[in-house]
């Protein structure tokens, strides 16, 4: 390979690395964004629903129902007993 070559490479190789750097760049702007938004974004809480407002919302039952226990659950937890 000649000179010429070599250095053509090295010039494609630069070219590429710079785009790449760009393109980091980039994405930790995004995920810095996101972080952003992440961190306002209350449903991420670690917070009891009830904490967070949901029992005296309109959509308490919605709540409410991710915690009940089926029926048919309860009378083999009573039968059990």
Do not use: Y
Not at 18 to 23: F, L, N, P, S, V
Not at 37 to 54: E, I, N
Not at 59 to 78: D, F
């Amino acid at each position: 390979m000649t000179n010429e070559e070599w250095q053509k490479r090295v010039e494609i190789l630069g070219s590429l690395l710079a785009a790449k750097d760009k393109e980091i760049e980039f994405l930790k702007a995004r995920i810095a964004e996101l972080e952003k938004r992440l961190g306002l974004d209350s449903s991420t809480s670690s917070k009891h629903p009830q904490v967070m407002g949901c029992a005296r919302s309109h959509t308490h039952r919605a709540c409410e129902s991710k915690a009940r226990i089926p029926v048919v659950a309860k009378r083999v937890i009573r039968d059990t007993a």
